[in-house]
């Protein structure tokens, strides 16, 4: 069965801090999802990553797929408090499994001045 | 014009009660699916949904039915309401299930039980 993991948990930042969410997944797979989601909120997407290698940036966010580690980072450049939100990574281990997403447990990220 | 749409948002209801919560999405996709978020924000599929068709039925009681009329609709229905079903339920949709299944997420309905 395929097994999400993120760390840290939770993350407390400091305004212009760079820092790095981790996902490691269980299976072998290539599509890797990172959401996020404000408190009381819905989940928004913000990167698919598709391929080993895949590496997207969007503003100060930028996620990384290495399928032979099993690992996608989430990199944050110059946080700033409108990153304050939590960031769940989410795979789809393909095959059967028609669709099926597996959440990581998320990542509280606070970024305060 | 909100892709995927859930009624209620909020819904708080007494044990035993039996309740409803509908979703519908306007993006066109053939597959649905209901998740179930805890209290720890930890997020688990329920149910999925493809061209109407019960796709995935994680192990989740039978007090919970879904139901899907059409490809834009899935609905939620839960029997005899305990007091551990509180939690927050999204509704999402995708364009397919095999290759491209991003899912785009409702805004959730907050149910609880007392």
Known sequence: ELKVEQNPLFLSMQEGKNYTIYCNYSTTSDRLYWYRQDPGKSLESLFVLLSNGAVKQEGRLMASLDTKARLSTLHITAAVHDLSATYFCAMNAGGTSYGKLTFGQGTILTVHP | ?114
């Open chain 2, 1 to 114: 014009d909100t892709a995927v749409s859930q009624t209620p948002k909020y819904l708080v209801t007494q044990m035993g009660n039996d309740k409803s919560i509908k979703c519908e999405q306007n993006l066109g996709h053939d597959t649905m699916y209901w998740y179930k978020q805890d209290s720890k924000k930890f997020l688990k599929i329920m149910f999925s949904y493809n061209n109407k068709e019960l796709i995935i039925n994680e192990t989740v009681p039978n007090r919970f039915s879904p139901k899907s009329p059409d490809k834009a609709h899935l609905n939620l229905h839960i029997n005899s309401l305990e007091l551990g079903d509180s939690a927050v339920y999204f509704c999402a949709s995708s364009k397919g299930w095999g290759g491209n299944t991003e899912a785009f997420f409702g805004q959730g309905t907050r149910l609880t039980v007392v």
